[in-house]
């Protein structure tokens, strides 16, 4: 276990995002402040084409609160921030986005909600500005088809901006998943938790750096054959009954051969095999 000398982790994944750095920082760091509590905030970066690095560097020489967690390659967002949940040292642990769609001012209230004896509090989105039409669909479908499969209940228009207790960051060390589907791994792990509603602003700057159609798609994927075992079942079901599919066809030439109909050579034996193997 690692030591614990913070009260609060805020775990942020960036990738290319120079720009929102400072003004992510400009309200993080007084609501931090406010709440009275030790803290870090552990950024945890892609390599990035920009001065992302140096930006981050230079604020990290102002505050020592301020950490920065490099990657020797892009691995993508889930990880970046599965890998900063599982180093960071607080008692408690924020997930957030930098680019402050979900408000910092929030992680009071989550905070003071984890108090009353929750493990995890998630914030709930009652709103979405600045998000496509096809992106709601797509996420509106995905969590429909997740929780129709899944044997984990997944809650609903939430993202990975959620604060979580010790015991729920060493439970997720212990499933050894570093490229998760975060908000489904924290509902298989359990504990009680608990959700704030709150409405989602615009982007402050920039563009989201994921595809905003295949970027959904994949999270939604990931879900879906991380937390069911119902499409092996399926794969499962549909190769033995190609199995059998070959089985009786085969038996439907032997007849014929002992019937005495004429068959093509070679033409039963290729499918048998073709229809066998399939299965």
């Known amino acids: 276990m690692h030591n614990v000398n913070k009260k609060i982790s805020v775990v942020v994944p ?53 950490k920065l967690m490099i990657f020797t390659r892009r691995f993508g967002q889930p990880a970046a921030t599965m890998a900063g949940i599982l180093s960071c040292v607080g008692e408690t642990c924020v997930v957030i986005d930098v680019d402050l769609q979900d408000p910092p001012e929030l992680i009071v209230d989550l905070y003071h909600k984890l108090q009353e004896g929750y493990e995890v509090v998630y914030a709930k989105r009652r709103s979405r500005k600045g998000e496509t039409i096809p992106k709601k669909i797509i996420s509106y479908l995905a969590y429909k088809v997740i929780n129709k499969l899944s044997e984990v209940e997944i809650p609903r228009n939430t993202g990975d901006f959620r604060i979580m207790g010790r015991r ?14 975060l908000r489904g791994l924290v509902a298989y792990v359990g504990y009680k938790q608990t959700f704030i509603e709150y409405d989602r602003d615009e982007r402050l700057a920039g563009v989201s750096k994921y595809n905003r159609f295949t970027g959904s798609f994949k999270i939604g994927l990931n879900g879906i054959v991380s937390f069911s075992s119902r499409p092996l079942q399926m794969m499962s079901i549909g190769g033995a009954l190609l199995a059998g599919l070959s089985f009786l066809t085969g038996a439907y030439y032997v007849i014929q051969k002992l019937c005495g109909v004429s068959l093509t050579p070679g033409l039963s034996t290729t499918v048998l095999v073709v229809s066998f193997f399939s299965g």
């Open 14 to 66: 960036i990738y290319k995002e120079a720009s929102n750095i400072k003004p992510f920082l400009e309200r993080m760091e007084p609501i931090l402040t406010r709440l009275g509590v030790s803290y870090e905030i552990l950024f945890c970066l892609d390599p990035s084409p920009d001065n992302t690095e140096e930006v981050v560097h230079k604020e990290i020489e102002r505050n020592p609160n301020i």
């Open 168 to 181: 729920v960051i060493e439970s997720l060390r212990q499933l050894s998943e570093s490229h998760g589907f």
